[in-house]
């Protein structure tokens, strides 16, 4: 159905289910900077499916059905709300930049921000009443996706601390089937910021953004400390 920047969409016998495909891709700056690295697809979708199970068990309901292969992952079929919602726990990357706060900067709480997905328009940052007035997802849908976010970040936030690691941002989609706003697309070091929480150490997609190398090293070694089998 579609070749995204990391994944691709195969539709399956059944309209309701999708069958997702986790490429070894890399992409940064809306598509500008592109390579291939071994192992990512696996990783990611091996990461993505550990995670989607834990936040499942706690009550957050998302589009995950069960992995297919190691690259690849059954899921419900959503329409997508094409806005992005990050979390932010510690300042880094465009907050950074647009703000002139420095990078590391830990928040007293987490800040919430939508983006309108686009790349041609390299996802500018919207508020409520954008999404709201231009048609891109209901008042009730925004009220959702906000407390969804913040849910994901009470589950993670502990997860990653006891890996050792630092959960700074992430970024998730939402879509609907059947009536109920469901989690979609993935969770992976490719939507996230984590850091060693003892050395501040990139385990993340800016590894690959800033060119800091060893990228599927890092990825792999988050997988350890999650406990996740490769
Ligand atoms: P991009 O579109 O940003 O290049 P990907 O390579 O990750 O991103 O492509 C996956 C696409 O599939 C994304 O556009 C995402 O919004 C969409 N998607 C993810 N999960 C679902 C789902 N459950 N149902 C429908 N579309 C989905
Ligand atoms: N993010 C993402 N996809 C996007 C934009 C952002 O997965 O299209 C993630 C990014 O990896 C980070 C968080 O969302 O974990 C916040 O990203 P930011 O707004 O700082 O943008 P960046 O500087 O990474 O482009």
């Given at each position: 159905l579609y070749r995204g920047k990391s994944k691709t969409v195969?539709?399956?016998d059944d309209p309701d289910l999708l069958w997702l495909t986790f490429l070894n891709d890399a992409t940064a700056f809306d598509g500008a900077k592109k390579a291939q690295l071994d192992r990512k697809g696996e990783v990611?979708?091996?990461i993505n499916a550990f995670i989607m199970g834990k936040l499942e068990a706690a009550g957050v309901r998302t589009h995950f059905v069960r992995v297919l292969s190691d690259t690849e992952a059954l899921v419900r079929k959503l329409a997508m709300l094409p806005v992005e919602c990050v979390v932010r726990n510690v300042v880094a990357g465009s907050m950074s930049k647009r703000l002139g706060i420095p990078e590391g900067t830990v928040l007293p709480a987490p800040i919430f921000e939508f983006f309108y997905k686009s790349d041609a328009l390299h996802d500018p940052l919207i508020n409520d009443s954008h999404i709201e007035v231009l048609g891109?997802?209901?008042?009730?849908e925004i009220a959702r996706m906000k407390a969804l976010t913040f849910r994901v970040n009470d589950v993670?936030?502990?997860?990653?601390a006891a890996a050792?690691?630092?959960l700074v941002d992430y970024k998730l989609e939402f879509g609907n089937y059947r009536g109920e706003l469901l989690l979609g697309d993935e969770l992976s070091p490719d939507g996230c910021r984590l850091w060693d929480s003892t050395t501040n150490e990139?385990?993340?997609?800016d590894r690959f953004r800033r060119?800091?190398?060893n990228v599927i090293e890092m990825y792999i070694e988050v997988a350890k400390r999650l406990g996740v089998p490769l």
């Open positions: 195969h539709a399956t990611n979708c091996k891109w997802a209901t008042c009730d993670l936030k502990p997860l990653f050792g690691i630092t990139k385990m993340d997609k060119d800091l190398g």
